[in-house]
């Protein structure tokens, strides 16, 4: 069956350095979404990538999907004590599915 | 407020219990999903119902059984569960019209405890 494989699975930063976590399918994905877990929290939508080669941003968030729509990465830069959570890839196959496939997650800890 | 509500917030079974996590939605949703969030391990996706219709069972065990009476909610029955189905249990729902992917919007989920 279909892996998404994400790393690294934690990631400790000083507050202003940069972050990235990168994800990898076993199979061409239809599209790739990425959420954010804080704390206690549940999964919060961030971004959905569906284009080969999309490069999308969020403020001091930057979405890139691979060429051959296999891998992913998001990379936050200048992080801040508020980027604490744990984020997670999520890949989905294609239409008539309705499973994403998601990543272990990186969980990523500040130090102020 | 995420739209997506979950019901208890916390609960502790013994194995011998029969209890029902509940999932509500107002966001207007066609598709909602059940997931277990164990430490360490990828969100696993359990069922899928879309428009009241289970279109997805991850060889989830028979003592998890779902049920979904109209697409605004949702429930998970549990019965004779084991210490290794303690987890976190999130509800999810999306716009989902069978073409592909939408983003999902989870509850704060149920953290289930079994002793």
């Known amino acids: 069956g279909q892996q998404v494989m994400q790393i690294p699975q934690y990631q400790h930063v000083q507050e202003g350095e940069d972050f990235t976590t990168y994800c990898n399918s076993s199979?061409?994905?239809?599209?790739i979404q990425w959420y954010k877990q804080r704390p206690g929290g549940h999964p919060v939508f961030l971004i959905q990538l569906v284009k080969s080669g999309e490069v999308k941003k969020q403020k001091r968030l930057t979405f890139q999907f691979g060429e051959a729509k296999k891998n992913s990465s998001l990379h936050i830069t200048a992080t801040q004590t508020t980027d604490v959570g744990t984020y997670f890839c999520a890949g989905h196959s294609g239409a008539g599915s309705y499973q994403l496939t998601f990543g272990k997650g990186t969980k990523l800890s500040v130090i102020p | 407020e995420t739209g997506v509500t979950q019901t208890p917030r916390h609960l502790v079974m013994g194995m011998t219990n029969k209890k029902s996590l509940k999932c509500e939605q107002h966001?207007?949703?066609?598709?909602m999903y059940w997931y277990k969030q164990s430490a360490k391990k990828p969100l696993e996706l359990m069922f899928v119902y879309n428009f009241k219709e289970q279109t997805e069972n991850n060889s989830v065990p028979s003592r998890f059984s779902p049920e979904c009476p109209n697409s605004s909610h949702l429930f998970l029955h549990l019965h004779t569960l084991q210490p290794e189905d303690s987890a976190l249990y999130l509800c999810?729902?999306?716009?989902?019209?069978?073409?592909?992917?939408?983003?999902?919007?989870f509850g704060d989920g149920t953290r289930l405890s079994i002793l």
């Open positions: 199979t061409t994905l239809s599209n």
């Open positions: 999810a729902s999306s716009q989902d019209e069978g073409q592909g992917a939408q983003p999902q919007h």
């Open positions: 966001l207007g949703h066609n598709a």
